[in-house]
């Protein structure tokens, strides 16, 4: 099945602008290619993607070596606001970048939308 990324960078830019303190959204492969985003213009998305595999594959060891099973979302906090990382599917992963203002609840609950709505199209 041939992935649509027009489709899906669709689904991205309408998380992205239907989320305001959302600043930016990536869908990345596991190995950190890029599949389709929706970044702040001074971000690179080949950078971003790398760093998304890298996380992940931290993320993944730190949840191995301390036997809480599989990973499903990452989550940095810093001064400027949020980046979460969740598992959407096997072959991917979906970056997602927020203001400090960002509300936990709201922002996961429209992640996990977008990944409902993702998952198909890549699976």
């Known amino acids: 099945m041939a ?36 970044l702040p213009s001074h971000m690179d998305e080949e950078r ?3 760093m ?8 993944e060891r730190i949840g191995e070596e301390l036997q809480k099973g599989d990973v499903s979302r990452i989550f940095v906090e810093g001064e400027q ?8 599917g096997q072959d991917a992963v979906l970056l997602v970048m927020a203001t400090a203002a960002a509300k ?3 922002l996961q609950l429209a992640i996990k939308r977008s990944v409902a709505t993702l998952q198909p199209e890549i699976n």
Do not use: F, H, R
């Open 81 to 88: 606001g949020y980046c979460m990382l969740t598992s959407c």
């Open 3 to 38: 992935i649509d990324v027009q489709k899906i960078q669709t689904l991205l830019q309408n998380l992205v602008t239907g989320t305001p303190e959302i600043e930016g959204a990536s869908l990345v492969t596991i190995d950190g290619l890029p599949l389709a985003s929706t």
């Open 52 to 59: 998304a595999a890298t996380m992940l594959s931290i993320g």
């Open 48 to 50: 971003v993607s790398a």
């Open 104 to 106: 936990q609840g709201l």
